[in-house]
């Protein structure tokens, strides 16, 4: 069964840059049409300046980042080895830190895009929450509704349970 959803999930993931790399020996103008395979357009990147400047310029960049990163980091590790201490819970919380943060921000930015989505709705969810409420304050609805036994922000009634005021209508 594991099996089964592992190779869905590789099967997902790269079964699009298979298709681009087969699209990419297309000998033909269009995406949609394989022709046949050619290596023309590989022909043509070989022959452009500017492709070949760039390609050099992000080999370069990357293998000097590389090489950069692991030596620091091998150097980092090594030395992170010997610390005790709260110097070192420092450094952990660093670390945790930098884990945490790409959730943190995800789910912040999903958050901000769910509240402007559904910013009309939530006028219309508020106006659906105090039709009741307002049923529920006329005075032979009142005298149906029996007290509640403790203090609580909740109105009680003999047909439903409902916040005093609900949080998106305090503003």
Sequence with gaps: MLRGYSTIIYLFLYAPIAL???FSFNSGNNASDFQHFA???YGKAANNTFVIEALENSLIVAGTSAALATIM???AALALQ???GPLRLAFDGLTYISIMVSGIVIGIATLIALVNTF???NGFLASLWRAPAMRRSSPWA??????P?????WRWSSS???PASPAWTAA
Excluded: D, E, F, H
């Design 20 to 22: 681009i790399v087969l």
């Design 39 to 41: 290596l023309t357009w």
């Design 73 to 75: 980091g091998t150097m």
């Design 82 to 84: 010997q610390v005790r």
């Design 119 to 121: 910013a009309l709705l």
């Design 142 to 147: 009142m005298a149906r509704s029996s007290p």
């Design 149 to 153: 036994t403790r203090s609580s922000p």
């Design 160 to 162: 439903s349970c409902a």
